[in-house]
C-alpha cells in the first residue's frame, strides 16, 4: 500500500512591482539624452542621462521592474535609480503589479501623497494581519479602489480574486494562512498594504485593536477621518479648489432661490439695517468684507495683532460643567466665539511675513496667556505655507499673516459622536466670522482661505494630523486703500 502524499499549497507566479509614469504625464528624453517630465502645462526638467540609461528609462512609459535597479551597483542602475526617485517626488510616477501572462495590471498603486515610495516591511509567516478599521473599498470609474485616509496611497484592484483575498482581511489572518489562498499575489503585497497602513500587525488575543498603536485614533469615527483627510490638502491627489469640475455638465444654481409660491408678507415697513438708528453691530457687517490686496509699506503693527488676537481668541474664563448628574465632568475654557458643548478645541497657529515689531517666522497663540511662542521650524515648509495661501487667494504677493486655525480633535470627540467633526467645521465658521468683525472693526484687512495643507503643517510642527491640525485659514493684515468691494470680495 502506497504512503499518501501532502500536497504542497500552490504558489502562483511571483510578479515584479514596476514603476511608470502616471497616465497624465509625458517622459521625454532628446538625443543629448536630457530627460524632461511634461504635464498639465508645466515642464520638469529630470537630468542628463546616457545611452544606456536612456534605453532603460525608455521602459518607465509601461513599467520598470523596481528590483532591477535598487542595488545601484552600476553606474546606469544609479542613473535610473536617480531619475525615478526625482519623479516619485514630485508624484510623477505610479507602481503595477503586471499579470503573470499577457496584457493588463493585476494591481496598480496610486500615490497620494509627492513623496511616496514603495516599502517592504519584513512579514513573517505567523504574523497575524488585518485590515485597518478605516480602510474601505469603492468603485471610482472602472476600477475598484482600497484605500485609507491614513494611508499614503491607494490601490486600484483589477483582480476579482484579490478582491476576495482582501475580504478575508476583516478578521486577522497569519501570513502563512493568505499563502495558501488562490489569488494570493505574494508577501510583497501584503508588506505593501501594511507600510500603508491599510493592513496591522495584531498579536493573539488583541482583537481589532480600535486603538490601531495610536491611542489618538480611538476618538476618530470612520467618516469624520476620511472626510478631514479627503477635504484638506496634503493626503490625497484629488484636485481641490476652484476648478469648476461640473462646468459644461450642469448649470450653476441661480444666487438667490427662486420665490416659493403663496401668500407674501412685507417687511419693508419695519425699520431697517440701512436706518441711521441701526446697530452698530448691523453697521459691522456690512462694513466686513474679504480683503486680498495688503499695503506692504504699512503692514499691520505689533499692537494691532495682539488686540485682534485679545477681542477674538482670549481666554476669558476657566470652569467645569456636565451634562447631567451621571455624566462627566468637562472642563473649559471660554473664549468670545460660542463653541459646540463649550469644546473650545480650536488653536491659532501664525505664520507671519510681515508685522511691525514682530519678527518674521511660526508662532503658536497661548489664548490662555495671551502670549506668542516662537516655533522652529524649516525654512522651505514655512515658504511653502506662504505661498500656498497667496495661490488660494489668486493675489501677487504673499499675505502680511496666515492665521491656521487647527482643531485638538479629541476635545470634541470625546464627548460626540457621529457628530464630532461636523461640530468642528461650524465651529471653525464661527470664529472666521468673530475673525472678520474684529479685522473690520480695527481699520484691518481679512480674508478666510478655503484650502489648508495638514500634511505640511504636520512636517513644520511634528505633530500627527489625527491628532491636531488645520480646519481653517485667515489672512490678517493692513488693506490696500485702493481695493473696493466687487463680488469677489463678497
Request: hydrophobic share 40%; charged share 25%; aromatic share 8%.
Amino acid at each position: 500500500m502506497r504512503a499518501s502524499r501532502q500536497e504542497k499549497p500552490r504558489q502562483p507566479k511571483r510578479v515584479s512591482l514596476r514603476a511608470r509614469v502616471c497616465g497624465h504625464v509625458r517622459l521625454e528624453i532628446d538625443a543629448s539624452g536630457k530627460a524632461i517630465a511634461r504635464f498639465e502645462g508645466y515642464a520638469i526638467g529630470l537630468g542628463t542621462l546616457s545611452a544606456a540609461a536612456t534605453l532603460r528609462a525608455r521602459e518607465l512609459r509601461s513599467g520598470l521592474p523596481l528590483e532591477s535597479f535598487a542595488h545601484g551597483r552600476v553606474k546606469t542602475d544609479k542613473e535610473i535609480q536617480l531619475l525615478v526617485r526625482r519623479l516619485a517626488e514630485r508624484g510623477l510616477l505610479e507602481y503595477r503589479f503586471p499579470r503573470a501572462r499577457g496584457a493588463g495590471d493585476l494591481i496598480v498603486i496610486e500615490p497620494q501623497m509627492p513623496d511616496y515610495w514603495p516599502q517592504t516591511p519584513q512579514l513573517r509567516d505567523d504574523d497575524r494581519l488585518v485590515l485597518s478599521r478605516f480602510a474601505y473599498m469603492r468603485r471610482r470609474g472602472n476600477d475598484l479602489v482600497l484605500e485609507s485616509p491614513r494611508a499614503d496611497a491607494l490601490f486600484k484592484i483589477r483582480d476579482a480574486k484579490a478582491v476576495a483575498a482582501i475580504a478575508l482581511l476583516s478578521t486577522p489572518q497569519k501570513v502563512r494562512q493568505l499563502r495558501r489562498h488562490d489569488a494570493f499575489h505574494g508577501v510583497e503585497l501584503l508588506a505593501l498594504l501594511l507600510h500603508s497602513q491599510i493592513l496591522l500587525k495584531v498579536d493573539k488575543g488583541d482583537g481589532l485593536r480600535p486603538a490601531e498603536g495610536d491611542s489618538d485614533l480611538v476618538l476618530w469615527d470612520f467618516h469624520d477621518l476620511l472626510f478631514h483627510a479627503r477635504s484638506t490638502q496634503g493626503r490625497h491627489a484629488n484636485p481641490a479648489g476652484g476648478v469648476y469640475p461640473h462646468d459644461g455638465v450642469t448649470p450653476q444654481l441661480p444666487p438667490v432661490r427662486p420665490l416659493w409660491p403663496g401668500e407674501k408678507i412685507d417687511l419693508g415697513r419695519f425699520p431697517s439695517a440701512h436706518a441711521a438708528t441701526s446697530s452698530p453691530l448691523a453697521k459691522l457687517l456690512r462694513e466686513r468684507h474679504s480683503t486680498r490686496s495688503f499695503d506692504d509699506q504699512r503692514p499691520i503693527a505689533f499692537a494691532e495683532l495682539a488686540q485682534f488676537l485679545d477681542g477674538t481668541a482670549r481666554v476669558l474664563a476657566r470652569g467645569t460643567s456636565n451634562d447631567t448628574e451621571s455624566s462627566p465632568v468637562l472642563e473649559y475654557a471660554v473664549r468670545p466665539y460660542p463653541s459646540a458643548g463649550a469644546s473650545y478645541e480650536l488653536e491659532l497657529y501664525l505664520a507671519v511675513d510681515k508685522c511691525e515689531g514682530l519678527e518674521r517666522g511660526m508662532y503658536h497663540y497661548d489664548a490662555e496667556g495671551h502670549v506668542l511662542v516662537r516655533i522652529a521650524t524649516r525654512a522651505p515648509y514655512f515658504e511653502a505655507l506662504l505661498r500656498e495661501a497667496q495661490f488660494a487667494m489668486g493675489v501677487s504677493a504673499t499675505p502680511q499673516i496666515v492665521i491656521i486655525i487647527t482643531a485638538r480633535f479629541g476635545r470634541v470627540s470625546w464627548k460626540y459622536s457621529s457628530i464630532a467633526y461636523s461640530l468642528i467645521l461650524k465651529d471653525v465658521g464661527v470664529l472666521l466670522q468673530t475673525f472678520y468683525l474684529e479685522a473690520a472693526a480695527l481699520g484691518l484687512g481679512g480674508c478666510a482661505v478655503g484650502t489648508t495643507d495638514i500634511e505640511l503643517f504636520a512636517k513644520m510642527t511634528g505633530l500627527a494630523f489625527h491628532a491636531e491640525g488645520p480646519v481653517g485659514q485667515f489672512v490678517l493684515g493692513r488693506g490696500a486703500k485702493s481695493e473696493g468691494l466687487s463680488p469677489a470680495h463678497e
